[in-house]
Each structure stands twice: as structure tokens, then as C-alpha cells.
T-cell receptor, first 113, second 114 residues
Framework: EPEVTQTPSHQVTQMGQEVILRCVPISNHLYFYWYRQILGQKVEFLVSFYNNEISEKSEIFDDQFSVERPDGSNFTLKIRSTKLEDSAMYFC???????????FGDGTRLSIL | GQQLNQSPQSMFIQEGEDVSMNCTSSSIFNTWLWYKQDPGEGPVLLIALYKAGELTSNGRLTAQFGITRKDSFLNISASIPSDVGIYFCAGQLTDGGSQGNLIFGKGTKLSVKP
């Protein structure tokens, strides 16, 4: 069964450094999402993306965050200057149509030191 | 913003027992979804519900979309050890085919004693 794949599985970064999290959505999907899950808490929406632009973003997704679809298969989340509170699991998700169920990757654990 | 109240927070049950968990919201959703998350992995879709009143089964799992569109429950019958994990409800508000982000509940942690 097709899967959403995310790399790396674990990223350790010094505070203030830039980090790029990578996702390969399911190949025929057109709608992409990033979510965040702080340890022990619920999954929170960050941003949705369609047709090469952001559809919606949450309050968490401030100017430090950006997303990009650099080619036909990758979807990236960049955090420009990381803070301690950015430590979390980051999940990428995709679906074929906006109202279809979203399928999630296994996440990237981001640890900010 | 919209919030989902999911209960119970955790459950400790004996293998073979049935399980029930639910989510309520102060506002309506067009779609309710139930996901399961194992440690170190992403949420895996269990059941998707699209119509108010809809009752859907997936093996030993049954979920219903409340008539008011503000609640949903998930039942697991005859639990087995591999049912262990965290179960999340998620609501989605979409307008036609437009893209809609998911609002997640806080999860129900299920532990099963063999």
C-alpha cells in the first residue's frame, strides 16, 4: 500500500539553527499537510498546501516556518531559527482530494538542544 | 478555535473485553475520523465517517457519526493485545471538495492485559 515517507526519522539541532524536514507524499496525492505533536500531547495542525501555495495555516505556523514543493515528489518544512519549544514530532500527511482521509507518515522527531 | 473533548483519557482492560471511547465538540464537523497511533509511528486511519448518523465497521471496530454532527464514538469488540496504543478522534470541516485541516482530540491510551 502506498505510504507517506518522512526523513530523517530523528533530527537533533542546536537552538538557532535552521532545519529542513522532508516528506514524500503518496504519489497521486495533491493535497499536503504538516502537523506537530509535542511529547504526550495531541496532534496539532500547522499548514496545508495545494497547487503550490499555502491553503491554510495555524497560529503556530509563524514567520519562522515555511513550506515548499521543490520538485514533483518532495514536500518540505523549514524552520528558520529553531527554538527549544520547537522540539516535537512533525508529521506530514497527504490526500488525493481535500475532503478525503489524510494519510500520515511516521514523523520526524525534532530535538532542539 | 474548535476543540474536541475525547474520553476516557486512558483505559486498562482485560483481553477479550469490549472498549468504547467518544469525542464531543462544541461545533459541527463534516467528517469524523478515528486514528490509532503506536509508539514512534504516525497516526494510522481506522475509520472515516462522512454523514450524520452513519455507522461504519472495520473488523472488530465500529464507529458512529452523531446525528448532531458534534460527536462520534468508537467501539472495539473482543480486544486483543495488539489493540494497545493511543486512539485519536479527528474532526474535519470541509466546504465541498475544499481542503480541510484536522482537529484532533487528546487521545485515549488503551492498555490490554493478556
Amino acid at each position: 500500500e502506498p505510504e507517506v515517507t518522512q526523513t530523517p526519522s530523528h533530527q537533533v539541532t542546536q537552538m538557532g539553527q535552521e532545519v529542513i524536514l522532508r516528506c514524500v507524499p503518496i504519489s497521486n496525492h495533491l493535497y499536503f499537510y504538516w502537523y506537530r505533536q509535542i511529547l504526550g500531547q495531541k496532534v496539532e495542525f500547522l499548514v496545508s498546501f495545494y497547487n503550490n501555495e499555502i491553503s491554510e495555516k495555524s497560529e503556530i505556523f509563524d514567520d519562522q516556518f515555511s513550506v515548499e514543493r521543490p520538485d514533483g515528489s518532495n514536500f518540505t518544512l523549514k524552520i528558520r531559527s529553531t527554538k527549544l519549544e520547537d522540539s516535537a514530532m512533525y508529521f506530514c500527511a497527504s490526500n488525493g482530494r481535500g475532503n478525503q482521509p489524510q494519510h500520515f507518515g511516521d514523523g520526524t522527531r525534532l530535538s532542539i538542544l | 478555535g474548535q476543540q474536541l473533548n475525547q474520553s476516557p483519557q486512558s483505559m486498562f482492560i482485560q483481553e477479550g473485553e469490549d472498549v468504547s471511547m467518544n469525542c464531543t465538540s462544541s461545533s459541527i464537523f463534516n467528517t469524523w475520523l478515528w486514528y490509532k497511533q503506536d509508539p514512534g509511528e504516525g497516526p494510522v486511519l481506522l475509520i472515516a465517517l462522512y454523514k450524520a448518523g452513519e455507522l461504519t465497521s472495520n473488523g472488530r471496530l465500529t464507529a458512529q457519526f452523531g446525528i448532531t454532527r458534534k460527536d462520534s464514538f468508537l467501539n472495539i469488540s473482543a480486544s486483543i493485545p495488539s489493540d494497545v496504543g493511543i486512539y485519536f478522534c479527528a474532526g474535519q470541516l470541509t466546504d465541498g471538495g475544499s481542503q480541510g485541516n484536522l482537529i484532533f482530540g487528546k487521545g485515549t491510551k488503551l492498555s490490554v492485559k493478556p
